[in-house]
């Protein structure tokens, strides 16, 4: 009889064990898919506005807030900075936060036309931008910002990233 106890005892804390090791794997995982789901959402973010920032133009007096013969001008809102240029395509363009909801996403505006650029399962807590334009270095843009994916419980992976855009204008 005492065998049978050990021996179910024993068996129990196996078990036990191995259901411990199954669940902190599944939460790896779930951990892993969160921080993936961010990463490609603000790859998708960085990519879009890094096209767009490196053939900016020189404002020649087309978009209000930018001084003339300029490529950037940042100013600020309550939710971060604004981001604010001439496109390639001469078109006035502004990357910003704005809410959603409950949610604040990446907002572009081309031409007084404006659309979300992230996902709503994203949220971005703060967007910064750092401006080096002057007449002896090639204009550059440091994007600092704070994101993190919008589920339920310990999976809200949160991921601070800081990237430098520089322009390719020569002219």
């Known amino acids: 009889m005492i065998e049978v106890i050990v021996s179910v005892l024993l068996?129990?804390?196996?078990?036990?064990?191995?259901?411990?090791?199954?669940?902190?794997?599944?939460?790896?995982?779930?951990s892993s898919i969160a921080t993936q789901n961010v990463q490609e959402s603000l790859k998708y973010f960085l990519e879009v506005m890094s096209k767009e920032v490196r053939?900016?133009?020189?404002?020649?007096d087309?978009?209000?807030g930018i001084a003339t013969n300029r490529i950037f001008a940042t100013s600020s809102n309550a939710l971060g900075d604004i981001l604010?240029?001439?496109?390639?395509?001469?078109?006035?363009v502004t990357y910003s936060l704005d809410t959603d909801g409950d949610n604040q996403r990446?907002?572009?505006?081309?031409d007084s036309q404006s659309g979300f650029i992230?996902?709503?399962k994203i949220r971005i807590d703060s967007l910064h931008f750092v401006i080096a334009?002057?007449?002896t270095v090639q204009p550059s843009i440091v994007v600092n910002l704070k994101a993190w994916a919008l589920s339920e419980g310990q999976f809200n992976s949160e991921m601070?990233?800081?990237?430098?855009?520089?322009?390719?204008?020569?002219?």
Not at 11 to 30: C, E, G, H, N, W
């Open 84 to 92: 604010t240029f001439r496109n390639y395509d001469g078109e006035c």
């Open 106 to 110: 990446f907002q572009i505006t081309r």
């Open 55 to 60: 053939t900016a133009k020189k404002n020649q």
């Open 160 to 171: 601070t990233i800081q990237t430098t855009i520089t322009s390719r204008y020569y002219k």
């Open 62 to 64: 087309v978009c209000p």
């Open 133 to 135: 334009d002057s007449s």
């Open 118 to 120: 992230s996902p709503a």
């Open 11 to 30: 068996f129990t804390v196996i078990i036990m064990s191995a259901t411990q090791i199954f669940k902190l794997v599944i939460d790896a995982q779930r």
